[in-house]
């Protein structure tokens, strides 16, 4: 399926670490799609990165794609208490969004 | 912008009541979706609307699930009779039908307890 599987389910770093996510899925995607979740919240769209596209830059965001592989990365660098959150991916082609169980990232400050 | 909103925010019942979640989705967006979240199962997509009209329901997990979209700008999901197993944390989520590159907007939940 297009579900995104989110490695690790959880990740503790300190202030000012990079945090690195990884996503792996099983179909053939359109684009891959980042979320992130703060907690009792809903999920924020962070970054779409298209099929024909290796990396993509957004801030403190990289996201990698790898379509060969069927995996996606997410790196957040010098990463902030603020950056605490579950994130998501999910690919899409022509059926919609499946997200796994997230990473759970604690930055601890 | 207001986003998407979500009432009531918490929902507390007794097993056997009837619950009705409800969403208003952001003005312009085509697409709506129902997801159910839980610490065991994660985000499950349980049914999406396209133009008002329910296109795959086959997320629903039992008849005791129903979802209606009587316009654009309104849209509930039912439970009757309510499980303690239907306990979760309910998301609306829509988006524009400009192909799938469209990100898709949250709401904040709303949480249901069934005791």
């Known amino acids: 399926s297009q579900q995104g599987e989110e490695d690790p389910q959880a990740l503790s770093i300190q202030e000012g670490e990079n945090a690195t996510m990884n996503c792996s899925y099983k179909?053939?995607?359109?684009?891959l799609q980042w979320y992130r979740q703060n907690s009792g919240r809903g999920l924020v769209h962070l970054i779409l990165?298209?099929?024909?596209?290796r990396e993509k830059h957004s801030g403190r965001l990289r996201v990698t794609l790898d379509t060969s592989k069927k995996s996606s990365s997410l790196l957040i660098t010098a990463s902030r208490a603020a950056d605490t959150a579950s994130y998501f991916c999910?690919?899409?082609?022509?059926?919609?969004?499946?997200f796994g169980k997230g990473t759970r990232l604690s930055v601890i400050a | 912008d207001a986003g998407v909103i979500q009432s009531p925010r918490h929902e507390v019942t007794e097993m056997g009541q009837e619950v009705t979640l409800r969403c208003k989705p952001i003005s312009g967006h085509d697409y709506l979706f129902w997801y159910r979240q839980t610490m065991m199962r994660g985000l499950e997509l349980l049914i999406y609307?396209?133009?008002?009209?329910?296109?795959?329901d086959s997320g629903m997990p039992e008849d005791r699930f129903s979802a209606k979209m009587p316009n654009a700008s309104f849209s509930t999901l039912k439970i009757q009779p309510s499980e303690p197993r239907d306990s979760a944390v309910y998301f609306c989520?829509?988006?524009?039908?400009?192909?799938?590159?469209?990100?898709?907007?949250f709401g904040n939940g709303t949480r249901l307890t069934v005791t």
């Open positions: 609307f396209n133009n008002n009209v329910p296109i795959d």
């Open positions: 999910a690919g899409s082609g022509n059926t919609p969004l499946v």
């Open positions: 989520a829509s988006r524009t039908g400009t192909g799938n590159n469209s990100p898709l907007h």
């Open positions: 179909t053939s995607i359109n684009n």
């Open positions: 990165i298209r099929s024909n596209e």
